[in-house]
């Protein structure tokens, strides 16, 4: 039980074009879903947390119009990053959450900006 | 504000023995929960083990269990037995149910590796 899907897995788009990202919970309802970015053998860096139905809540020096966040169901959420640059190229990760403190996270989604 | 600290950047252990990660963290909370991630190469997170502050016995999963000290703050993993699989990061996280939306603080991991 508790796993989560994300799509895709790898995907590399040309510089100022829009990338979406799917984060669902495939046997669960996902009350909360977090998103993350990491790089190379870093920890993971809080993006934002999203609720169902309701506006994202990003981190300081996240920018909101950049990183678009919807979680129009409980079983979904997306993430899109618009006009994409060489310097949003990371690894993003999605997490979900239930009636419950723990998070069960995607396999992650590897961008490459070029 | 709440901190998460793993002192040890990389590690290594020989198949079959036995090792400790260490974590410590501090909070001013009082009911809040403790995990364990395991990030192998694929870089999928996978939750390891988990620990609620208001139990005193400590979690154990398998071949893996802590050591949870709340008055020292501190939560330690062993790993017992090690297998060549257990070659990967290991990140310690912290939340407490008083945080918007469980927001979890994660400690800047172990990389593990298991020697054959």
């Known amino acids: 039980g508790a796993v989560v899907s994300q799509h895709p897995s790898w995907v590399i788009c040309k510089s100022g074009t829009s990338v979406k990202i799917e984060c669902r919970s495939l046997?669960?309802?996902?009350?909360?879903m977090f998103w993350y970015r990491q790089f190379p053998k870093q920890s993971l860096m809080l993006m934002a947390t999203?609720?169902?139905?309701?506006?994202?809540?990003?981190e300081q020096g996240v920018e909101k119009d950049k990183f678009l966040i919807n979680h129009a169901s409980l079983t979904l959420s997306t993430l899109t990053v618009t006009s994409a640059h060489p310097e949003d190229s990371s690894f993003y990760i999605c997490?979900?959450?239930?009636?419950?403190?723990?998070?069960?996270f995607g396999p992650g989604t590897r961008l490459l900006v070029l | 504000a709440q901190t998460v600290t793993q002192s040890q950047p990389e590690m290594s252990v020989q198949e079959a023995e036995t090792v400790t990660l260490s974590c410590t963290y501090d909070?001013?909370?009082?009911?809040?929960?403790l995990f364990w991630y395991k990030q192998p190469p694929s870089r999928q997170m996978i939750l390891v083990i988990r620990?609620?502050?208001?139990?005193?016995q400590n979690a154990t999963e398998n071949r893996f269990s802590v050591n949870f000290q709340k008055a020292a703050k501190s939560f330690s993993l062993k790993i017992s037995d090690s297998q060549l699989g257990d070659t990967a990061m290991y990140f310690c996280?912290?939340?407490?149910?008083?945080?918007?939306?469980?927001?979890?603080?994660f400690g800047t991991g172990t990389s593990l590796t298991v020697i054959p």
């Open positions: 997490s979900a959450s239930g009636a419950w403190e723990t998070q069960y």
């Open positions: 046997d669960f309802q996902a009350t909360t």
């Open positions: 999203s609720n169902e139905g309701s506006k994202a809540t990003y």
């Open positions: 909070t001013s909370e009082n009911n809040y929960y």
């Open positions: 620990q609620e502050a208001y139990k005193q």
């Open positions: 996280a912290f939340t407490s149910t008083f945080f918007r939306g469980n927001q979890f603080y």
